[in-house]
Structure formats: C-alpha cells, structure tokens
C-alpha cells in the first residue's frame, strides 16, 4: 500500500520533565535516496502491492533509532515540513518555505514517501502549492490552494479532486474520514468532513480562527475554537459535541489560540494551554468519549506537548533548552498523567526537530548543514 508514480495532480477546478536516557540519533541502519523513484513494490492490474512494514517499535525501555533515511532536500533555517504516517507507517513528506507561517510547497515541488525500511522516494509532483498532507492505507491526500487531491497508494493516479470554497490549511485523516480546516487564523473558517469514496464536502463546524491544530482518533475530529473555552468533537457519523475546558484564557497574554486539541492517546485527548511566553505551559488530558476533564494538569515548557499515541505507547518530541533532554532536544516516552519524557533519543541542540508522526514513531530533523532526515523511533 504506497504510493507510486509522479501524477501531475492538477485538477480542472479550483478544491507531546523529567529525565531522559541520552541514545544519540543514527545508530541503527542507514538509507539514503538515490533519485526520483515511485515508491518500491509492484501490482497486478486492481491489485494493490505489499510494503514491507517498518520495524515495531518496543512498548519499554530506552528508545533507539530504528531507521536513519536522507531526504534529498537541504536543510536550511527557513525551510518547513508539511508531513503524515499512514496507519502501516508510510510517511509522507514534502517541503518548503515557512517564512510566512506555515510551510507551503511550491507548485511541482516532490511529496516523498518512506515506506517501511525503504530508502526515501518521490511520490507524487502535484501542481499545486501544498500547504497539508494527510493519508490512510489507500489513499494519500495533498491539499493546497482550494482543492484536495486524492491518490491512490497503489497506482499513485489522482483517484478524485475535491474542489473548496476557502483555502486549506490542515488536514488529518483516521476512521475512515479526512478532515480539513479551511481559511486563515485570522478570520472565520470552516471544518470540513470528507469520505474518501464520495464527492461531496460536508461543513461540520465554523469560526474557525485560532484553530492552530487538530487531532484524531477512532472516535472522530477533535479541535478547540477561538478563546480556548469549548472543546469540539465530531463523531464519525457527523454529530457534533461539545464541552467546557474548564480553563481560563487571558487572551491579551496569551493570545485567543493559547488552548489546542494535539493529539489522542488511547482513550484521552491531550490538550496544551501555552500561556505567557510558553515556559508556563501545561499539558491537559480530556476523556475522548465524553469530553470530562481536564483529568490531569502537569507542567510543560516551551515547545514540548507535541505527544502522539504509538504501537509503543505515547512518546513526545521535546525542543532543545528543556530540562526534559539536559538541554539538547530528545524523542522520548510520554506519561500523559505526569508529563515526564524518558528513555529518550536525544539530538543536538543545534539539529531542529521539525515534525513527529506515528504510529510507527518517525521525526523529521532539520541539522544546521547538509540534508533533512528522517528517523524512526523505537
């Protein structure tokens, strides 16, 4: 299940303290990309191939790097990741500037694929500028401007082109379902719901500015509005509910974005308060099913809570300066109720962690020379 071939991809219409074992990055077994390649495997007509799934990561103990694979992109201080891992561990990558914000490709710039232990490979060339990638076991996803395209993993053909009313901004895809948040953060903006085998787009939520990230589980899409006093959550047949916080925002400090649904770990969403200048922030667990909470309030810092859930638990990805990684910054197991990060694979501080995706624990690093990288965790 991988992507393959380089589609033009244009459509006709506009639509996660404490201490931390110092592993250092590189010590398992290395790739680097050769080329522009479709991704590895091969199928019969109607048949999709088989990848080799990466390695599992381990449920205990200091975590190592499992995989080490080279992007054939150089890195630089302005350069940005728009990336996702499908359910069997293909990640999804693409690059670009992020001087205005968030990154944005340019038009015909490669979407890459790791797939399982493979070296990295171009999977897709979309005529569009991509501001969000998502992808599921069948399909990849790639948004940009006001149209999502959708490829299929097994021949890499543009499958179906959703075309939208307002720009996309971010995209997630589990259950069955890709959501997307379109518009700015600036201005009113909508939720979308999408199923990957119809045409139509269904508005399942508005206003919504501020809404700096998303997060998705079993149960449906998970956000937080403007202001940071309501938690959404839509189901996967469409319902909407929603629930108090339960946490003030001095939006003059800390901004009307402060609150933010990141990610859900088994049965709870994690939720970040960044007040002030973000060395005060504070990580929150919710119940996914009923929204109860917060359950949990422990201390953050700047720049960690990016938590993700992962065949081997939570694990959190933690910027250099926190006392978390001795100061360096660090890929480690996440405690959800404490906030600590242990077992830790550390990087330099001068190496920038640009993304971390799962289930199978992947972190995109951007080191000060040479080329962005990918390692996999476990």
């Known amino acids: 299940m991988l992507a393959a071939g380089c589609s033009a991809g244009n459509s006709p219409q506009a639509g996660t303290s404490g201490g931390a074992a110092g592993n250092s990055p590189g010590g398992g077994p290395s790739t680097s990309a050769s080329g522009p390649a479709a991704s590895p495997g091969s199928a019969s007509p109607g048949q999709e191939p088989v990848a080799q799934s990466p390695s599992a990561p381990s449920a205990s103990g200091p975590l190592r790097v499992l995989l080490h694979d080279d992007f054939r992109v150089a890195s630089n201080d302005f350069l940005g990741v728009i990336a996702a891992e499908a359910p069997d561990g293909s990640v999804f990558a693409a690059f670009g500037s992020q001087q205005s914000g968030s990154p944005?490709?340019?038009p015909g710039a490669a979407v890459y694929v790791v797939d399982g232990n493979q070296a990295a490979a171009v999977a897709e060339h979309p005529q569009?500028?991509?501001?969000?990638?998502?992808?599921?076991?069948?399909?990849?996803?790639?948004?940009?401007?006001t149209q999502i395209i959708e490829y299929s993993r097994a021949t890499g053909a543009v499958t179906r082109t959703w075309p939208l009313t307002l720009p996309v901004r971010l995209m997630t895809a589990?259950?069955?379902?890709?959501?997307?948040?379109?518009?700015?953060?600036?201005?009113?903006?909508?939720?979308?719901?999408?199923?990957?085998?119809?045409?139509?787009?269904?508005t399942v939520g508005t206003d919504?500015?501020?809404?700096?990230?998303?997060?998705?589980?079993?149960?449906?899409?998970?956000?937080?509005?403007?202001?940071?006093?309501?938690?959404?959550?839509?189901?996967?047949?469409?319902?909407?509910?929603?629930a108090p916080t339960h946490q003030t925002v001095n939006e003059q400090l800390s901004g009307p974005s402060a609150i933010q649904a990141i990610s859900v770990i088994g049965s709870t969403l994690l939720v970040i308060h960044d007040a002030g200048q973000g060395l005060d922030s504070t990580a929150?667990?919710?119940?996914?099913?009923?929204?109860?909470?917060?359950?949990?309030?422990?201390p953050g810092t700047a720049g960690s809570n990016h938590a993700i859930d992962s065949l081997g638990g939570p694990v959190d990805l933690v910027h250099a300066g926190s006392l978390a990684c001795s100061g360096d910054s660090c890929v480690g197991r996440y405690d959800p109720a404490t906030g600590t990060v242990t077992d830790a694979v550390t990087?330099?501080?001068?190496?920038?962690?640009?993304?971390?995706?799962?289930?199978?624990?992947?972190?995109?690093?951007?080191?000060?020379?040479?080329?962005?990288?990918?390692?996999r965790i476990g």
Do not use: C, K, M
Request: net charge negative; charged share 10%.
């Open 284 to 298: 929150q667990t919710y119940d996914a099913s009923t929204l109860a909470g917060p359950q949990a309030n422990v």
């Open 174 to 202: 589990a259950a069955g379902r890709l959501w997307a948040v379109l518009g700015g953060t600036a201005g009113p903006g909508r939720v979308v719901e999408i199923s990957p085998q119809a045409a139509t787009v269904v």
């Open 208 to 242: 919504t500015a501020n809404v700096l990230d998303i997060a998705a589980g079993p149960l449906g899409l998970y956000y937080v509005p403007s202001g940071g006093a309501t938690i959404v959550h839509v189901g996967l047949t469409g319902q909407r509910q929603e």
């Open 128 to 145: 569009i500028a991509v501001t969000a990638i998502a992808a599921d076991d069948t399909y990849l996803y790639v948004g940009g401007g």
């Open 104 to 106: 944005a490709t340019t």
């Open 347 to 375: 990087f330099p501080a001068s190496a920038r962690l640009g993304l971390l995706v799962g289930p199978y624990p992947a972190v995109i690093v951007f080191p000060p020379s040479g080329r962005v990288y990918l390692d």
